[in-house]
């Protein structure tokens, strides 16, 4: 590549006549030696491959238990993937390990009891347009900013060097957690009784195809919801004078869009998709309209 040709002497390195080592047939020394392949994307890459097949295995005796430990993981399994193309497209300078870590927890802990509880209480309904925005997506989009809000408070330190793209990002790691923790629960539900009526082994597989996509949607949809509720909730903290009445902003427009998708006239039609397309496009301008720098921290 830097100049002349060197001419093939025949013998590899090492001495040998052989054209191929032992090693090169049998890579069990570089398992051992290369540090490249214990790094964390080779192990992600080796988990992403032989997770899924655990949860097939787990549906081949579909007990109670087996099927809520397939749930999780098929519930965890692609919100991390989502999380990993996330964090590619959107590239949040100023949000750390540990910041994440606590958004997700908090998620975790919080939102499907404060969602459920909030529904309960206004009598969820997706019958009409209305309620399904003020009793169904007002009540997950609030669930979804509590765990943001908590985040920004206790690392309210670094709100001078912090950009709404950061708290996008963290907005939609909540809605991660709640896209998949909601995406579980239809699973189990849905499925648990199938199971108990003696629906099992390659039947049970065929129609839990019907739920996966469940696994795959739910996440990425609340995903979106939620980080555009984090840019709000960024431009009222790193906006100049912390203008916090645009917060409520982002929720409502997040609510619209939740409460559009599960609106019943729209949700099992081709209109549908053009709810989640103008969420996602809405999701990836603020990702781009966030990435300025808020003047203080300039100065």
């Known amino acids: 590549m830097g100049g002349g040709y060197?001419?093939?002497?025949g013998r590899p390195p090492g001495g040998?006549?052989?054209?191929?080592?032992?090693?090169?047939?049998?890579?069990?020394?570089?398992?051992?030696?290369?540090?490249?392949?214990?790094?964390?994307?080779?192990?992600?890459?080796?988990?992403?491959?032989?997770?899924?097949?655990?949860?097939v295995l787990l549906l081949n005796e579909p007990t109670q238990t087996h099927l809520d430990d397939a749930a999780w993981i098929y519930a965890y399994y692609f919100a991390v993937a989502?999380?990993?193309?996330?964090?590619?497209?959107?590239?949040?300078?100023?949000?750390?390990?540990?910041?994440?870590?606590?958004?997700?927890?908090i998620s975790a802990v919080t939102q499907v009891p404060i969602a459920l509880w909030l529904e309960t209480e206004l009598h969820s309904s997706s019958g009409n347009i209305f309620a399904s925005i003020f009793t169904i997506g007002i009540p997950e989009e609030l669930a979804k900013a509590i765990p943001v809000l908590i985040v920004a408070w206790i690392w309210r330190q670094?709100?001078?060097?912090?950009?709404?793209?950061?708290?996008?990002?963290?907005?939609?790691?909540?809605?991660?957690?709640?896209?998949?923790?909601?995406?579980?629960?239809?699973?189990?539900?849905g499925l648990g009784s199938v199971s108990n009526a003696a629906v099992n082994g390659a039947a049970l597989q065929d129609l839990t195809i019907q739920y996966v996509w469940r696994f795959l949607t739910d996440p990425i949809s609340h995903a979106c919801w939620a980080g555009i509720t984090g840019y709000f909730i960024g431009l009222a903290i790193t906006g100049p004078g912390h203008r916090y009445l645009v917060g409520p902003?982002?929720?409502?427009?997040?609510?619209?869009?939740?409460?559009?998708?599960?609106?019943n006239p729209i949700n099992p039609h081709p209109a549908w998709v053009i709810v989640i397309l103008i969420s996602v496009l809405l999701f990836l301008g603020y990702a781009r309209a966030g990435a300025w720098m808020p003047p203080q921290a300039m100065a």
């Open 6 to 9: 060197i001419p093939n002497s």
């Open 16 to 55: 040998h006549n052989s054209p191929f080592s032992f090693a090169s047939l049998v890579p069990v020394r570089h398992w051992a030696r290369d540090p490249a392949l214990r790094s964390w994307p080779v192990l992600l890459l080796i988990a992403l491959v032989c997770v899924p097949p655990i949860a």
């Open 249 to 263: 902003v982002g929720i409502g427009i997040a609510a619209i869009l939740h409460g559009l998708n599960d609106w």
């Open 82 to 105: 989502w999380l990993l193309l996330l964090g590619v497209v959107v590239r949040p300078q100023h949000v750390s390990r540990s910041m994440l870590a606590t958004v997700a927890v």
């Open 158 to 189: 670094r709100w001078a060097t912090q950009t709404p793209r950061d708290y996008l990002f963290l907005g939609s790691v909540s809605g991660l957690v709640f896209g998949a923790v909601e995406a579980e629960r239809y699973f189990t539900v």
